[in-house]
């Protein structure tokens, strides 16, 4: 669903462009004795930048109101009105709005039929027919997707063929907007399904067996089962949380080490950890867990099978624009060629699910050249590498911290967490 959702974001870029383009030469040749060329185009982009932004948030009153104002001034014409499907008036900027009664039908045979209408002036009834601004209007359907959702009224002082294609032009860019916030609103409901999905998979066998762990601490160490029933209270309320789709390194380090620190409890010296953390990249914005389904898979695919059991070693380090964040383990490791299968059928096999995810959503979010890399071999452990950039637009951390007020968080110091030291559990 999401490279749909790329594709058809690329394929409105494209009719945008061609779009505003037809925008160009109406405006160019209806304005030159206004000024030049250049003034004409350079005016019509200022304009579209403007009204594009409001209509992105969906067809609402707020939106028709910012967007009707700045059109009006672009196509210098009469009136600019905006409705929704049913036909309501959200919004009408210009003169003549004594007349928007008179257009109410026309308005609804648009919406049923999905056709333009064209309405003049010596067909309604006016009390000051010489006076009046309006001479035409022109009603276009607003169709985003293949459905209708409201209409463009634009209301001309002349009639004229010119002002029938500009409103045409103009409506199909404002459905090209509504159709990228719809868009926009699928590929953030499928990131929070994406983020379900993962806390879905946080493995039950782990939740019971660190209540069994601490339970059997309760008599005969009750300071340290106290201290692990925080780290799993913590654990718990920070990876099944409702807000947010990214958070910092910094967070999602501080998670894996409380799920690491519950897990030593059940694997005592099987399990050895060493985290290396360049203090510079603890502030870089990443996906909302996006590494503790890494380190888990190390734990019960690479190390629990291992006699022995093994090391899981976390890096995340400088690299330039980006930091470089790896999740290592020295555990039983699997053929390469089965894991790239097991990646790129996931969704069908049930298998490494986890991984997969979280390679789909890094590509989602920062494109294709920034999905996984992972090393393996049967015998030789597994190596699961991530590039994030430092800054991406549109990219930037929600921090919900439980009990702690908004402006307690913008002052709050970063995570104490170890800088380029090794540690061992």
């Not at 999905?197 to 601490?217: E, G, T, V």
């Not at 958070?247 to 409380?258: C, K, P, S, V």
Request: negative net charge; aromatic residues 4%; contains cysteine.
């Amino acid at each position: 669903m999401t490279d749909l959702v790329t594709d058809h974001a690329a394929t409105g870029l494209l009719i945008l462009v061609a779009l505003v383009g037809g925008l160009f030469a109406l405006l160019v040749r209806r304005r030159k004795s206004e000024g030049s060329v250049d003034d004409a185009v350079l005016d019509a982009v200022q304009r579209l930048s403007k009204a594009a932004p409001a209509m992105r948030s969906g067809l609402t009153e707020e939106a028709a109101d910012q967007a009707a104002k700045h059109l009006v001034e672009m196509l210098k014409c009469v009136a600019i009105g905006i409705t929704d499907a049913s036909g309501t008036l959200l919004s009408w900027d210009g003169g003549a709005n004594e007349h928007y009664e008179d257009l109410t039908g026309a308005i609804d045979l648009a919406v049923r039929n999905g056709q333009r209408a064209h309405i003049h002036h010596t067909n309604l009834s006016c009390d000051q027919r010489s006076r009046c601004p309006m001479r035409t209007a022109v009603i276009v359907p607003l169709i985003p997707d293949g459905q209708v959702e409201g209409t463009l009224i634009v209301v001309g002082g002349v009639n004229s063929k010119r002002l029938i294609r500009a409103a045409d032009e103009v409506a199909k860019f404002v459905s090209i907007q509504l159709e990228l916030a719809k868009l926009d609103e699928s590929k953030q409901a499928l990131a929070k399904a994406e983020v379900r999905m993962l806390r879905a998979q946080i493995s039950p066998h782990f939740l019971y067996n660190a209540l069994n762990s601490i339970s059997s601490l309760i008599r005969t160490d009750p300071e340290r089962a106290r201290d692990l029933l925080q780290e799993f209270a913590d654990f718990t309320r920070y990876s099944f949380r409702t807000s947010g789709q990214f958070t910092t390194l910094a967070e999602e380090l501080r998670n894996i080490d409380r799920y690491l620190t519950i897990q030593s409890q059940r694997y005592a010296d099987r399990l050895n950890v060493r985290i290396k953390i360049a203090p510079e990249v603890l502030s870089v914005v990443v996906p909302f867990l996006v590494l503790q389904p890494l380190v888990e898979n190390a734990v019960q695919h690479g190390l629990s099978p291992k006699p022995g059991g093994g090391t899981i070693t976390v890096v995340a380090q400088d690299n330039g624009n980006e930091a470089l964040i790896s999740v290592e383990d020295d555990g039983v490791g699997m053929d390469a060629d089965r894991l790239f299968a097991d990646l790129r059928d996931a969704h069908k096999t049930g298998s490494h699910v986890g991984i997969g995810n979280i390679n789909q959503r890094m590509r989602s979010v920062f494109g294709d050249e920034y999905a996984l890399m992972a090393e393996t071999a049967p015998g030789a452990g597994m190596k699961v590498i991530l590039r994030v950039p430092k800054f991406f637009p549109g990219v930037r951390p929600d921090l919900p911290k439980f009990g702690v007020s908004e402006d307690e968080q913008q002052d709050s110091p970063a995570p104490d967490l170890p800088s380029q030291v090794s540690q061992s559990r």
